[in-house]
Each structure stands twice: as C-alpha cells, then as structure tokens.
C-alpha cells in the first residue's frame, strides 16, 4: 500500500489524465459549425461523454481532497508524533500477541486434524485386510 503522499500524486496524475481526455474529447467531437437547430447523434454522444468526464473529474476531486485532510497538520509537533508512534507500536504489540495466540491454536487444531485423519487412514488399512 501507497503512503498518503504516493496516493496523493497519483490522484492527481488522475486528474490530469481526466482533464486531458475530455479536451481531447471535447476536440474530436466538437461540429466544425452550426447550420441547423437540430441536435445530432454526434452531439449527444459529446453529451454523454460531457457528464462522465465531469463526473469523473467530480469524483477525483473529493478524493484529492480527502487525501490533503488526511495528511498530518503542521500542528503535529515532534511530540505529538513520538505520543502517535508509542500508541502505534503498542497496538502493534498487541495485536502481534494476538496473533501468535490464533497461529498457536491453528497449529494445535492442524495436529488434531492430522491425528484424526490418521487414525481414519489406518482403520480404512486394518478393515482391508
């Protein structure tokens, strides 16, 4: 997984990506000029791909901006940073402990498993003869 920053600049890489497209978009099917009132099958598809390129453009907007809230604020001292990381680690500890003790009782229902099995494998032998 990306940090914040990474996902940042890739969203916006995105946005630039979108912006492009929709020129481009806009370019190839924009009428050389207008002769008639009547709207034609050309310009509705412009239509169509009008609204999902603002929706697109929309979309990653909220997600730029929610990547720059997420960011850490400048308020966030060397203190406040040293306090989240010790949290952090003993959440980690945590949940490493909790961890090991599922792996332990994993392996210890592995072997009852492998026993059972065994014990089935060699009744199947002793029924045969």
């Known amino acids: 997984m990306a940090d914040r920053l990474t996902q940042l600049q890739d969203t916006i890489n995105l946005q630039a990506d979108n912006f492009c497209n929709s020129i481009g978009i806009l370019q190839q099917y924009a009428p050389p000029s207008r002769f008639s009132g009547s709207q034609t099958p ?69 072997e009852k498993i492998q026993s059972a099995l065994s014990d089935i494998a060699q009744a199947q032998l002793d029924m045969q003869h």
């Not at 966030?76 to 989240?84: A, H, K, Y």
């Open 42 to 110: 050309q310009q509705n598809q412009q239509e169509d791909y009008a609204q999902l390129f603002s929706t697109l453009i929309s979309r990653c907007a909220k997600d730029i901006d929610t990547l720059i809230e997420s960011l850490p604020n400048e308020d966030s001292g060397p203190e406040l940073q040293v306090q989240s990381l010790k949290r952090l680690e003993v959440e980690n500890q945590d949940a490493a402990e909790r961890l090991e003790e599922v792996v332990k009782r994993g392996e210890a229902l592995l």
